[in-house]
């Protein structure tokens, strides 16, 4: 086989503060052709997630190195096999990976990537649903949160990805789950489509004593759970609301990512030792050998429709940058996914 | 028995800020016979523990109501029971319980009380290293902590009853053990008798960037656990240091307690997702079934004298208040106890 061309979008350089579309580019990259135990992948469907905006600092140290400006970035990606000298997999295999978005064409080592299960669902549901987003989520439900029965959950950015699986786990377990997200739509999804029993609207909020106001409201009994994404005042109302033998399973803190400014931590921590609170950040590579134990549950609520899932669609990798800005200002309804390329025929 | 007279301490006013002994007065009060299943206490040994600060505030809810104006301050003693219609407790008992702290006499239920082994320890030390500051070092060890053979554990308020009992507790489990403490005194305390790996005086560092870079020098592999007694740039430390899988045990904020402002919370919570750490705020009372544990491994090492203990002793109730106070100014090496009463005879 020959040499592809691949049209890739590159970090011009290293955003500040809030990313713009203007802070990427698309570049033409040549794809080599398969070597031994390789395979080229053609990707349908790219993901953009808000973990990736921690690996556009160059200085921090965290799990994942920080992207280069001289390669293509990376993350999920649906993708279909075009080559391979890979012995599991055949041209035309549909896979899902860590490295395929934010790219039309790339050579893969099969090492991060696993293969689809045809028409269980739409090809993106893989990027959110049933892929790494549900399985933060499930993680957070059933290895860090446990709730029980009767007890209360809060959920901030409840109508994103992973917070949308959260209040529905949270609900087929029996908690009374309060969500915050941050715009009617939103608010009517969850009440509507998720069936959570409060949603609060943050943006009706000036500040966590206003929030925890609300919160206290909804949640009578003290928050038994939190499933954090977001910080700032939505921590201090949780750490004002949670309740004797609390559990907080800290995902993200998207309101402080693009922070050029110390942002100071919230004042009430001093709540989680009188309280007896167990507080657990986490990143879902941790519970990687849960994932079938996480698809025994999730997929065949999938197949029964019996958990809703949204997804906002980017048409074309020109859009891939606008998908990922769009995160920031809350502008995604559930997953947001790119178009990258056709389906297969 | 008739009616008996008895000093006590009382609160003349819910403190503002940094307690002073002038805050306290002791009064005299009457102390009836024994009526039917209690029995008369007479307190030899009262402990000062940072936590009675958090219920000189009338307004915060906590595990605990806040004291009362009009009673008697309570706190940890050791106490010899004097008259008794409790069929489990005979004159002469000795006992050590949770409210017989800060007056002479008092009338028992003997709910929260417990006999002391003879001549296992000095009577003092059933209100440190085997009594509550024990079990609360030990459970932020061994059920919360779990330091491995070749961990790292950083260790604030290192001098105090709990804090040497931990850094004790971590070095036999084979870590390296870090202290913080607050004067050359106890700096050499740590290192000769406590047997720590390095110990660091907070005092040498004006802010938490300071204390990271020292932590981070005696600490180059990442901190594995962290034993939080103290709060602010000590905490911000900590989490700056943190490795990955880190646990954390919060146990008091004591440069907190005294606030009369807000103070933020440390700017560097994301460290807790990134790094997958867990932190669990706890009170000594939700291992109180874990006690026959507790004492199972730390009595025989106080009666070999395998474990190190220091305490600081105040002579006379009218000194109660001065212990307190000192709590908070770092003048007390190891527990602080009071005597209030004579040895038994």
New interface residues.
């Given amino acids: 086989m020959s040499d592809r061309k691949s049209k890739s979008v590159f970090l011009k350089a290293y955003p500040q503060g809030m990313p713009a579309a203007s802070d990427f580019e698309i570049r033409e990259t040549t794809v080599p052709a398969a070597g031994a135990n390789e395979m080229v992948c053609r990707t349908i469907w790219m993901s953009v997630d808000p973990y990736m905006r921690?690996r556009m600092r160059p200085d921090v140290k965290?799990?994942i190195p920080p992207f280069s400006l001289d390669e293509p970035l990376a993350g999920g990606a649906v993708a279909e096999v075009v080559e391979s000298n890979i012995a599991d997999y055949g041209v035309g295999d549909l896979i899902v990976d860590f490295t395929g978005g934010w790219k039309e064409y790339y050579v893969s080592s099969g090492e991060r990537t696993q293969k689809i299960i045809p028409n269980l669902a739409p090809l993106p549901a893989w990027l959110g649903v049933l892929g790494m987003p549900g399985l933060t989520a499930w993680a957070g439900v059933t290895q860090i949160m446990k709730p029980k029965e009767g007890e209360t959950l809060f959920v901030s950015g409840a109508a994103g990805a992973v917070g949308s699986v959260v209040c529905q786990l949270g609900k087929m377990r029996g908690a009374r789950v309060v969500a915050s997200a941050g715009s009617p739509e939103k608010i009517r999804w969850l009440k509507e489509e998720a069936g959570v029993d409060v949603a609060l609207n943050y943006k009706d909020y000036k500040n966590a004593a206003e929030l925890t106001k609300a919160l206290a409201e909804a949640a009578p009994n003290g928050v038994d759970c939190y499933f954090e994404n977001v910080?700032g005042m939505h921590?201090e109302a949780a750490i004002n609301c949670i309740g004797?033998g609390g559990r907080m399973a800290?995902?993200?803190?998207i309101s402080?990512y693009n922070n050029t400014e110390?942002?100071?931590?919230?004042?009430?921590?001093?709540?989680?030792?009188?309280?007896?609170?167990?507080?657990?950040?986490?990143?879902v590579s941790?519970y990687a050998d849960k994932a079938m134990e996480f698809a025994g549950e999730v997929a065949p609520l999938v197949v029964s429709k019996k958990i809703k899932f949204q997804q906002t669609e980017y048409d074309g990798l020109d859009r891939a940058a606008d998908a990922f800005v769009g995160l920031f200002h809350g502008e995604n309804a559930g997953k947001a996914v790119v178009r990258v390329g056709a389906d297969p025929a």
């Avoid at 100071?264 to 986490?282: D, E, H, K, Q």
């Fill in positions: 921690g965290s799990y910080g921590l004797f800290l995902c993200g803190m402080m110390v942002e100071p931590g919230p004042p009430n921590l001093v709540n989680l030792i009188g309280r007896g609170v167990m507080a657990r950040g986490f990143i941790e």
